[in-house]
């Protein structure tokens, strides 16, 4: 009984651990899309309300979906402290906070990174290219996550169930 109960523990683990990679696949693709569309807010702001980007970061925060409106607030509430911080270096804040608690890829941070370097020194026609440019990448890196989505995460469910039998049946 014992021998059971425990073969059902690792089954169960391994099937957990193959659906949290999962996870992380079918995750991307949806992170990288409402950061697309909070771009476009911010664009939109930035663009046509003439908004001062402290603001404009603000309203996109409270508009946005819950996954990016961290990164919006954070980079809000950094620009609009009294320190004396660039936007640069408030963005770049932001993203070290935002990143680590997403499915995102070091190449998708890169692509932020560099919208950073960009926003608030410059004209608003050059903001807001900057913007469209980091958007294009964004979709194209959604593309690639949604066609890597549907090879793994199927992949992934059933390699942790399995992988779990396989440790079951070599152990006993």
Not at 48 to 59: F, I, M, N, R, S
Not at 91 to 114: C, F, H, M, V
Request: charge should be neutral.
């Amino acid at each position: 009984m014992l021998k059971l109960i425990g073969a059902a523990m690792v089954v169960a683990a391994s099937g957990l651990s193959g659906l949290g990679i999962a996870g992380n696949y079918s995750r991307r693709p949806r992170e990288l899309r409402t950061l697309r569309s909070a771009l476009q807010m911010l664009e939109t702001e930035v663009a046509y309300g003439a908004t001062h980007l402290a603001e404009a970061l603000v309203q996109v925060a409270g508009r946005c979906d819950r996954l990016v409106e961290p990164l919006f607030s954070r980079a809000a509430a950094e620009l609009s402290s009294s320190s004396g911080v660039t936007a640069a270096l408030a963005w770049e804040n932001a993203l070290i906070n935002y990143y680590p608690g997403t499915a995102l890829k070091p190449q998708d941070l890169s692509i932020l990174r560099s919208l950073g370097s960009s926003l608030g020194i410059s004209d608003r026609e050059d903001q807001v290219k900057h913007l469209h440019l980091t958007m294009e990448q964004i979709k194209t890196e959604t593309t690639g996550a949604e066609e890597e989505a549907a090879r793994n995460v199927k992949l992934w469910s059933y390699l942790g169930f399995l992988g779990g039998l396989m440790i079951v049946l070599v152990i006993y």
